[in-house]
């Protein structure tokens, strides 16, 4: 068999999402507002939020690198399909698609422990509220945001550390709208065993820190809601937990949406399902947090009002 190392290959071709060419400006079009609706409205919930005092706590603070992440994923991907869209030039350097690689595994993960650990705050906000401050002391934040960007780039860095050994055949078509790892495996000429091994091991060790995390919190909200039954409890914990559990819902739900009731062949839902990720969730999170958050709506309108005042101010 012909093959090619990694250093003689030095490019691959990304067929990207299967748009009809007279569908192209439309779906261009659709993505670029996406994509630009995500970007400026995360920067808006990180600019509330270190804007307002009132917003400097804990929750606020996991939220703001929530909405950094967001931002940075669909960063990673989506202005390169963009641009192949527009201009049908679909090929990417090996460096570029590595650096792609990495950034949207890393980002993908510490997506994933902010929502762990944004849950373990709002497990000790209700259920050890006398020792929030403690516990959730500025230290503490600062501690678990570093652990989950430490712990997320030693995980990206594994595998592509992994991948770079590894050679690849001749065809260097990547049937896929960016670099995802699972499709250079595809392509590889040489023994991706120890590669699926590590994605399967120390992922599903990941998969389950997260869902364990997440349910395991919110298990013992639930628990200590019903104790006490009442409706100002209730309240309370839909309150301080709505925005949190509807961006768990929208970030894990689509996934099993679309690989679990999906019928399609596998090509097409990992596309669907890294739209989702990569566009859809990111853009929506902003919406969650303002619509379901009286605080944000509170510093938003504030925001708001302070820049009527500048300009007319400006103009006067």
């Not at 679909?90 to 570029?96: G, Q």
């Not at 499709?183 to 065993?193: F, I, N, R, V």
Request: net charge neutral; hydrophobic share 50%.
């Amino acid at each position: 068999m012909s093959t090619k190392n990694q250093s003689i290959m030095s490019e691959f071709f990304l067929l990207g999402l299967p748009i009809r060419a007279e569908q192209q400006g439309v779906f261009f079009a659709l993505f670029l507002g996406m994509y630009l609706t995500t970007v400026l409205g995360n920067l808006l919930i990180i600019l509330l939020i270190r804007l307002d005092s009132h917003l400097h706590t804990p929750m606020y603070f996991f939220l703001s690198h929530l909405a950094f992440t967001d931002a940075s994923f669909s960063s990673a991907t989506v202005p390169k399909m963009l641009m192949n869209i527009q201009t049908n030039h679909k090929s990417i350097p090996y460096a570029e698609c590595i650096s792609q690689m990495y950034f949207y595994i890393l980002f993908a993960a510490v997506e994933s422990f902010l929502l762990s650990v944004m849950a373990y705050d709002r497990y000790v906000a209700i259920c050890h509220p006398l020792h929030y401050t403690t516990i959730m002391r500025e230290e503490a934040c600062i501690l678990l945001v570093a652990g989950c960007w430490f712990l997320s780039c030693a995980h990206a860095l594994l595998h592509t550390l992994l991948l770079l050994p590894l050679s690849f055949c001749t065809d260097n078509t990547i049937p896929h709208y960016f670099c995802a790892i699972t499709a250079l495996l595809k392509l590889s000429c040489s023994d991706t065993s120890l590669n699926e091994l590590v994605i399967f091991i120390e992922g599903g060790l990941f998969v389950l820190l997260f869902v364990s995390t997440i349910l395991g919190s919110y298990i013992h909200i639930g628990a200590m809601v019903l104790k006490v039954p009442s409706k100002k409890g209730i309240c309370k914990a839909l309150s301080t937990c709505g925005s949190h559990l509807s961006v768990v819902f929208l970030y894990y739900g689509t996934l099993a949406i679309v690989y679990f009731f999906s019928s399609s062949n596998s090509s097409i839902k990992d596309e669907i399902a890294s739209v989702m990720y990569t566009l859809v969730t990111p853009m929506l999170n902003p919406f969650i947090y303002s619509l379901r958050n009286r605080d944000i709506k509170s510093a938003l309108a504030i925001f708001y009002r302070k820049g009527i005042t500048f300009v007319s101010h400006s103009y006067s």
